[in-house]
């Protein structure tokens, strides 16, 4: 009897000290996560860390699914307590060093990232390219060097690399040496949005070339592309709630996808149902899918909550639409007054002087609709689809001298344009500059190039050049 006690003992107090010593999961503190749906996903999460203190698995799943719904203050001391159990990992490191960046903290994201790299494994590029540009954004060219370097002998072709290389150059006002890269990696075709183009901006003007800078400018954009890595999965993968739904509703609509937004914000709706975005996007979801005038009256209800110019765009949006689809020149004036309570807010909106300028010229004011989408385009000079409603007009309007930069431009970016050659040749011609109109016409090609401007542009040159002899 005694000896089965003494075994009973030794087992029990082997399991005891078996037992796990992790510690418990992160847990947002009372009140912080309000959506319904995210909540109890979360909380089951945690859960699961619980049963399991050990399993790193559990609670890196917990860390991604704070991450992406920007519980980022859980989401650090998750990472905290992985690389406590994983001392020599680079991955807690590295998620630290995101998550610090995204907060605002880019000292504390590069001393997390630092440690990440001297852990890294060989050809593991990630916290390399990270950890330069981040230093290159704080001005601490010296130590970026070594870094960037690194980063070109893992993956010299890897995109966010070659982004580094450039922006390295251009914070040493080395604008030559920027350019010659630019133009080498294509980045003005390979990287989204526009922001190649920014680069190639940049690294023009540093070199004096300021009026070619600002036409490069005219189709730029500013905002950073956002690079995935190993673990852009993992992260995309993580639980979600009425945010992870209204993500993907802009995403559909993005895409074109507006009878999945319709169902998609309905399941926001069914929550939020006051939601001014959702109940907008909703609306335009209904407009996208022929349902005009149910979108009218939601967009008119939102008006009443708050008069705001981009829900006047959007009525003014729908009423040319049904102006369109009935051919009632009232519901044309409507759009026109819907523009103008728009524009009383908010006088330089794109979107608003867009619509005013589609609407005046379905009215027969060509000239008004140039001004109206000159203005437009001025406020985001990348917007080619300004430039191709205003070429109607413009030649309608008999503008192309006036209008000559904006045939330019879009010239520039879709020389097959039927209007934009044509008309950019043209208004050279009137305009005196008889060489550069001659250049132009020689390289338009293609059944689509509008012949009456084609052709008013050559008599204008040959005439010209008679006159000349």
Do not use: C
Not at 235 to 262: F, Y
């Amino acid at each position: 009897m005694l000896v089965i006690i003494i075994a009973m003992v030794a087992v029990l107090t082997f399991l005891l000290t078996q037992r796990s010593t992790g510690e418990p999961a992160i847990r947002p503190a009372d009140g912080v996560v309000t959506d319904p749906l995210l909540a109890p996903q979360l909380s089951s999460l945690a859960d699961a860390v619980d049963a399991d203190p050990d399993d790193v698995d559990r609670r890196s799943s917990l860390g991604y699914g704070y991450e992406s719904n920007e519980l980022y203050e859980p989401a650090l001391a998750t990472w905290r307590q992985l690389l406590a159990m994983e001392p020599e990992s680079w991955v807690w490191p590295y998620r630290m060093g995101m998550t610090f960046e995204r907060m605002g903290d880019l000292d504390a994201a590069i001393d997390s990232m630092s440690a990440s790299v001297k852990r890294s494994p060989p050809k593991t590029v990630d916290p390399w390219w990270r950890l330069a540009t981040w230093l290159i954004d704080a001005g601490r060219l010296e130590e970026a060097e070594p870094v960037l370097i690194e980063a070109v002998e893992r993956d010299g072709e890897a995109l966010p690399v070659r982004v580094a290389q450039v922006k390295l150059a251009l914070a040493r006002t080395k604008g030559a040496e920027a350019e010659d890269m630019i133009l080498r990696f294509r980045l003005t075709s390979s990287l989204p949005g526009g922001y190649g183009w920014n680069l190639l901006a940049q690294a023009i003007r540093q070199q004096g070339r300021l009026e070619e800078a600002g036409k490069v400018a005219s189709r730029a954009s500013d905002v950073r592309p956002r690079f995935s890595d190993v673990f852009s999965q993992q992260a995309s993968g993580a639980v979600g709630g009425l945010r992870s739904l209204k993500l993907a509703a802009v995403a559909q609509a993005e895409a074109g996808k507006w009878r999945d937004v319709i169902q998609t914000i309905s399941r926001v709706l069914r929550h939020e149902p006051d939601d001014p975005s959702s109940r907008r996007l909703h609306a335009i979801a209904r407009f996208r899918t022929g349902d005009a005038a149910s979108a009218e009256k939601e967009i008119m209800s939102l008006i009443e909550d708050s008069p705001e110019a981009s829900l006047w765009s959007t009525l003014g949006s729908i009423r040319l639409q049904l102006f369109r689809d009935q051919g009632d020149v009232s519901l044309a004036e409507a759009a026109l007054d819907a523009v103008k309570q728009g524009l009383a807010l908010a006088p330089d909106d794109r979107l608003l002087l867009t619509v005013q300028g589609r609407v005046q010229g379905m009215l027969g004011n060509p000239a008004g609709a140039y001004e109206s989408l000159r203005l437009a385009w001025d406020q985001d000079r990348s917007r080619t689809e300004i430039l191709k409603v205003a070429m109607v007009a413009i030649n309608e309007a008999d503008l192309w001298a006036e209008a000559i930069e904006m045939s330019a431009a879009l010239h520039a970016v879709e020389p097959g344009d039927p209007m934009a050659g044509a008309g950019y040749a043209l208004g050279l011609a009137r305009l005196g500059r008889i060489e550069e109109a001659r250049s132009i016409l020689k390289g338009l090609n293609g059944r689509r190039i509008h012949a009456g401007l084609r052709q008013q542009a050559q008599a204008l040159v040959e005439q010209e050049s008679t006159d000349a002899n």
